[in-house]
């Protein structure tokens, strides 16, 4: 998916090329200060509409995922195979 910012001087660019640009995998347009006021998808590519839905659901549930990484207190995978390691070791299994 391509990204295309509004701006004054995007503003007089012709639609044609937009379009183009849209059927080649999307189209996200945003606007001068960055937030995505559309998208733009052929009909028949999932790809981009998978993408699209995604990011329409990230964007809703912003705080939400926020919160979660905020509670987050895993360990490493680094950690954990330690620990699953010092297990079978104090099991006697080897």
Do not use: C
Not at 16 to 23: P, R, S, T
Not at 64 to 72: C, L, P, T, V, Y
């Amino acid at each position: 998916m391509q990204t295309f910012v509004l701006s004054d001087q995007t503003a007089l660019l012709p639609v044609g090329g937009l379009i183009e640009k849209a059927a080649s995998g999307g189209l996200e347009v945003r606007n001068q200060d960055g937030a995505v006021v559309a998208y733009v998808l052929p009909p028949a590519d999932h790809e981009a509409w998978l993408y699209a839905e995604a990011r329409v659901y990230f964007e809703e549930h912003r705080e939400e995922f926020a919160a979660a990484r905020e509670r987050h207190a895993g360990i490493t995978t680094a950690e954990l195979l330690a620990k699953a390691s010092a297990q079978v070791t104090s099991a006697g299994m080897k």
